[in-house]
Structure formats: structure tokens, C-alpha cells
């Protein structure tokens, strides 16, 4: 039997491993995204770095509803050839 911690604390961690994995990219993309904030910025343990995995997912969900928002006000919007063919 497994035995969790008594904090409410205890997150998973994800590994630098892991998170080139989970979108299929090499540690230097994973970098560049922490870098420029696309990823949150990661805890260190003797000189590993560790992602929390729910501030992953929260922005994971984050950017899908920021994609879906942008594809449904895109799909508003009518093609050029509705406009052409209504001002002839």
C-alpha cells in the first residue's frame, strides 16, 4: 500500500523527461517555452528541475480554450468570396 503524504501540498512532479515526452519535443524547446513563459518556471532538487504537473495542465487547459475562442471568432467571420460575390 502506498502511503501519500499528510500535506495537501504533495503535487506530482514532472520531470524534464517527462514534459518532452507529454508534447513530443527535445529539452531545448521545453527550455525556450520556460523561458519565455509558454511553461510555468520549474522548482529545482539537486540540480533536477521538476514541473508541478498541475500548473501544466491548468496551462494546458488555458491555451486550448484560448485556441477554441480564436477558431470559433474565426469561423464568424465569412469567406472573402461572400463578400465579392454581394458587392456585384
Given at each position: ?32 517555452w ?55
Amino acid at each position: 500500500m502506498t502511503r501519500k503524504p499528510k500535506t495537501e501540498s504533495w503535487k506530482r512532479k514532472l520531470t524534464m523527461r517527462l514534459l518532452c515526452d507529454r508534447y513530443g519535443v527535445c529539452d531545448r524547446t521545453i527550455d525556450r517555452w520556460t523561458a519565455t513563459g509558454v511553461l510555468p518556471k520549474p522548482m529545482t532538487i539537486n540540480r533536477i528541475r521538476f514541473w508541478d504537473e498541475e500548473e501544466i495542465e491548468q496551462r494546458d487547459r488555458e491555451r486550448m480554450a484560448e485556441a477554441n475562442s480564436t477558431a470559433c471568432r474565426g469561423n464568424q467571420e465569412e469567406p472573402a468570396e461572400v463578400h465579392a460575390a454581394s458587392s456585384a
